[in-house]
């Protein structure tokens, strides 16, 4: 099989698990660059990979014998490296979310020669596609969802937060915003959402919340799918009664398990969804066709705009 010459961007701490993946599935990094150089220096030699061009305007210049392109920065200037990249003609795939909001990637995608995609790993889980599926079998749906981020930032929002509504518009598709609420106290927001179906979403962003992050569906049989933690997912159809003992004097009804499906494995080496989601890079870039589980610039536009638009129509 010909050997996928990737050219990498970038060597925060997210790094660390991108390039694993990349090397397991054996892509050859040809060309790396960080803004940091000696930083970028110190990454190369532990990863073991090619020493880092020096500048940016170095790596544009060599990377026409490259595959694709990986982008992994901080977001806060992802799309003015973007904006340079993707004049390139080769495939991008970008960190998620991208940018800090719609409009830089609306841009980008009007001057843009190559395919971007987002990487949304979370996407890859087993769970969130269990998930995926109980909703396409049901009619129609009510959802509750928690996002208790530990920052409590509009701009963690956007850079974290992101994966749940990405999940959300991956596994419901288009949504409408109803309702959006800003909480007291710097708490956070709450905000209600409509899907195709006319299902509905409610979703509280409840910053420092001791809790797991949680998206829970009931459909229309009363079957119910939960993903808390989101790499983990719970199906449930019925009660189930416990009697009365001397030890629980009470009659007590707990949901009765008819399946689970988790992401995390004993073992397992990589960050969930990483290893999926670069063999879909892969097929991409081999054969030019992805299965729709990677996130497109439109994808990736329409998570930004909703986050906006729950900030902007917020009431106090």
């Known amino acids: 099989m010909k050997k996928i010459k990737i050219g990498y961007i970038g060597s925060g701490p997210i790094s660390n698990f991108h390039i694993p993946a990349i090397q397991e599935l054996g892509f050859k990094i040809e060309l790396f660059y960080s803004r940091n150089y000696i930083k970028a220096l110190n990454f190369a030699k532990k990863h073991e990979i090619v020493n880092p061009q020096k500048n940016f305007n170095q790596f544009l210049i060599k990377s026409e014998n490259l595959d694709a392109i990986i982008l992994s920065i901080k977001t806060d200037v992802t799309a003015k490296y973007l904006k340079k990249l993707c004049k390139l003609n080769k495939p991008i795939f970008v960190e998620k979310p991208g940018a800090l909001n719609s409009k830089d990637l609306i841009n ?8 971007i995609f987002f990487l949304y790993n979370r996407r890859f889980y087993s ?34 937060g992101c994966h749940v509504l990405d999940l959300l518009l991956y596994c419901f598709g288009d949504l409408q915003l109803i309702s959006s609420h800003k909480l007291k106290k710097n708490l956070g927001y709450y905000f209600l959402l409509k899907s195709k179906k006319n299902g509905l979403i409610s979703c509280l962003l409840n910053w420092g919340s001791p809790q797991n992050f949680e998206i829970n569906i009931i459909d229309d049989k009363n079957e119910r799918l939960e993903l808390k933690p989101l790499e983990t997912s719970f199906f449930f159809k019925k009660m189930k009664k416990i009697e009365p003992s001397k030890k629980n004097p009470i009659r007590s009804y707990i949901p009765e398990l008819e399946k ?37 610039i439109d994808d990736a536009i329409k998570v930004l705009y909703l986050i906006e638009l729950i900030i902007k129509k917020a009431k106090k």
Do not use: R, W
């Not at 980008?108 to 395919?115: F, L, T, V």
């Not at 494995?265 to 991409?284: A, D, L, N, R, T």
């Open 108 to 115: 980008i995608k009007k001057i843009s020669k190559s395919k």
């Open 127 to 160: 769970s969130v596609n269990e998930a995926k599926k109980f909703v396409k079998k049901s009619h129609q749906s009510f959802t509750s969802v928690k996002i208790p981020d530990s920052i409590k930032t509009i701009k963690q929002f956007y850079v974290n």
């Open 260 to 296: 689970k499906n988790s992401t995390i494995s004993v073992g397992m080496k990589y960050k969930p969804g990483f290893i999926e989601q670069y063999k879909e890079i892969m097929k991409f870039i081999l054969n030019k066709k992805t299965n729709n589980i990677l996130c497109n």
